[in-house]
């Protein structure tokens, strides 16, 4: 049980173009999914909160109009790198939470490659 | 807010010898404490959490520790296998909150 999935699991685009990552929990509803950043040997930073059917709480530093985050359903977050750069590129993971539980569940992650 | 620290950096420990990676949190309301593995390429997976109001909590060869006075939890591998080189992240978190992760110990287990 508590299986996340993110899709895709690696994306290669031009610069300014956008991308969109979904993630989704397989066999538990999520009431709040978050995502995260994560550079070449570095730890997880939290971009944004996501809870569904209200709009994301984004950390400091993360421009909330660039990393559009969209909770249409307690199964389904997407996460939209809009006019994606060079500097964009990096792994985003999304995480899932169980109901009102405290344990985050990770997705594989997605590669993000803007050249 | 809270701040996690997580020692050491990088580990490497004979095969079948005993790993343990310490963290250090900040905020005393903080009472969830997991241990996530992540693979090269991969995402996290949990691998064991504790919560503030046990001191200990055992899964097979793997083991966390909770000091909630001294505001640190470790984790403990025993008889590594090469399956267990991995990064391994400790996070806090409280209730509901978002959590905290430390930096990540690289641990290496040499055949």
């Known amino acids: 049980g508590a299986v996340v999935s993110q899709h895709p699991s690696w994306v290669i685009c031009k610069s300014g173009t956008s991308v969109k990552i979904e993630c989704r929990s397989l066999d538990f509803q999520a009431t709040t999914m978050f995502w995260y950043r994560q550079f070449p040997k570095q730890s997880l930073m939290l971009m944004a909160t996501s809870n569904e059917g209200s709009k994301a709480t984004y950390e400091q530093g993360v421009e909330k109009d660039k990393f559009l985050i969209n909770h249409a359903s307690l199964t389904l977050s997407t996460l939209t790198v809009t006019s994606a750069h060079p500097e964009d590129s990096s792994f985003y993971i999304c995480s899932a939470r169980d109901g009102g539980k405290d344990t985050q569940y990770f997705g594989p992650g997605t590669r993000l490659t803007v050249l | 807010g809270e701040n996690v620290e997580q020692h050491p950096s990088t580990l490497s420990v004979q095969e079948g010898d005993s790993a343990v990676i310490k963290c250090t949190y900040s905020?005393?309301?903080?009472?969830?404490f997991p241990w996530y593995k992540q693979e090269l390429g991969k995402g996290p997976q949990l691998i064991i959490d504790i919560r503030s109001n046990v001191g200990e909590k055992k899964d097979q060869r793997i083991a966390v520790t909770l000091n909630k006075t001294a505001k640190h939890f470790s984790l403990h591998i025993t008889e590594t296998q090469p399956e267990d080189s991995a990064v391994y992240f400790c996070?806090?978190?409280?209730?509901?909150?978002?959590?905290?992760f430390g930096t990540g110990t690289r641990l290496t287990i040499i055949p």
């Open positions: 905020d005393s309301a903080s009472n969830y």
């Open positions: 996070a806090a978190g409280f209730g509901n909150e978002k959590l905290t």
